[in-house]
Structures are given as structure tokens and as C-alpha cells.
């Protein structure tokens, strides 16, 4: 089993900053991608941001240029640098990971999706 611990969540005002936090532990040979979804009070669940065992990223449009995601490897971590935060943004924000372990003595994998259980970000003034 794997488990995902996320931080950072908390109350802002707007232009002000936040960084997120997500620890994946547990049975795991490598993680091909990292993301961060949100949803809003009465929304669906959004993506927000994901990144690629390479560091190959990609944002929503709506928070381009604002918020930045990356990852530690060697943690098995992912980061959600969230900058000129809005009201807007307010939302429970969810880590998502793919994780892949070996299965056998040849080397067959698998793969499975996992989910933090959400931390809340709350912008106003």
C-alpha cells in the first residue's frame, strides 16, 4: 500500500503565497507522474498541475505563471508553489500520484493510482 501526506494548506490573502506539500511512502519502485487536483465548495475536481518523472510539467490555465510544481525524486515528493494567490483559489487541494512496483523475478510492473486525502487552502481578505 501507499500513502500520501499533504501540508502547506492554510489561510491566505490574496497576492500572498503558499506552498504545498505531498510525501508518498509505502511499496514503491518509481513514480511516473505527480499531480495536484483541486475542487471548490459545489465544483468537480479540477487539475491543477502535473509533472513527469523527468520534470516535464503542465498547469491549468487558470494558474499559469502562478503556481509552480515540482518534485523530489529521492523523497518521493511533490511541491505545489503556489504564488499572487486569488480568492478564486480557495479550494481543498488533493495530490495524486502514480506509483509503479515490480511484481516478479522478470521484472513485470505494475502500476496503480493513488490519493491524499485533501488539504484546504482558503483565500480572502
Known amino acids: 500500500q501507499v500513502q500520501l501526506t499533504e501540508s502547506g494548506g492554510g489561510s491566505v490573502q490574496p497576492g500572498g503565497s503558499l506552498r504545498l506539500s505531498c510525501a508518498a511512502s509505502g511499496r514503491i519502485s518509481s513514480i511516473p507522474a505527480m499531480r495536484w487536483y483541486r475542487q471548490a465548495p459545489g465544483k468537480e475536481r479540477d487539475l491543477v498541475a502535473v509533472i513527469s518523472s523527468g520534470g516535464d510539467t503542465n498547469y491549468a490555465d487558470s494558474v499559469k505563471g502562478r503556481f509552480t510544481i515540482s518534485r523530489d525524486n529521492a523523497k518521493n515528493m511533490v511541491y505545489l508553489q503556489m504564488n499572487n494567490l486569488k480568492p478564486e483559489d480557495t479550494a481543498v487541494y488533493y495530490c495524486?500520484?502514480?506509483?509503479?512496483?515490480?511484481?516478479?523475478?522478470?521484472?513485470?510492473?505494475?502500476?496503480?493510482?493513488?490519493w491524499g486525502k485533501g488539504t484546504l487552502v482558503t483565500v480572502a481578505s
Open positions: 495524486n500520484v502514480d506509483v509503479r512496483w515490480v511484481v516478479n523475478v522478470e521484472g513485470a510492473t505494475a502500476t496503480r493510482n493513488y
